[in-house]
């Protein structure tokens, strides 16, 4: 009986050891599966948006883009926003949404209550906040630094990681298609809140990010590999 319950208790504690692991790998796999399902979805939404506005921007930048962010919004059906889409859609397209035009139920994470891979609490520049759509399937993306967006495909709920739940991806200049990398194969992510929360990306080294570095290599890394 003695033998039993000792192999019992090893037993129980291999098991305590190796499954929150095989849960987080499980879990990790769904929201990759997500990411990618979002990542089409979006990019589709805001190619309809470029179609409706019949424009191809010289220089992608959110802060001057409203009526198209927007659009990009409604195209995704989405539940909430932190724009009052309804007012900006009567006003210039270079209006600033943070000049009274923005709800602050509805915003990004704030400062340190998001992490990259490493563990470490991230912030991102104020500006783009509200900048935010929570859609009805519980996925939240945030246009960001400028051509950036992103994504969290679980929205508030945890692990609200980079590399695991939250991910990435950019709009060029003159492009109505989405892309992880500028021409010249960088990018630097989360560029408006450096240099304590951005990261350099490459296309030699977004792999090895994934894999032991911030989480932001995880993006291109899940679509393009």
Partial sequence: MA?????????????????????????????????????????????????????????????????????????????YSGLK???LSHLPEDTDPNNGYIDRKFMWHKEGEWFDKTGKPLGTNSAFLAYTFFLPDGAMINFNSINQVFVDVNGMKNPNTVGRDIFYFVLL?????????????????????????????????????????????????????
């Fill in 173 to 225: 200049d003159k492009s109505n298609t989405t892309s992880f990398f500028k021409t010249d194969g960088t990018i630097s992510v989360n560029g408006f809140a450096c240099p304590d929360n951005c990261i350099k990306l490459t296309n030699d080294n977004y792999q090895e990010d994934c894999l032991n570095g911030t989480g932001w290599g995880c993006s291109p890394m899940y679509i393009l590999d």
């Fill in 85 to 87: 889409c309804e007012e």
């Fill in 3 to 79: 033998e039993v319950l000792i192999t019992l208790g090893v037993i129980g504690i291999v098991a305590a050891m190796t499954l929150p692991g095989v849960i987080n790998n499980a879990r990790d796999k769904q929201f990759r599966s997500m990411f990618k399902k979002q990542y089409s979805v979006i990019s589709q939404a805001m190619l309809l948006a470029y179609l409706e506005e019949e424009n191809v921007y010289e220089h992608v930048d959110w802060r001057v883009m409203s009526r198209y962010v927007c659009k990009v919004g409604k195209n995704l059906k989405e539940k």
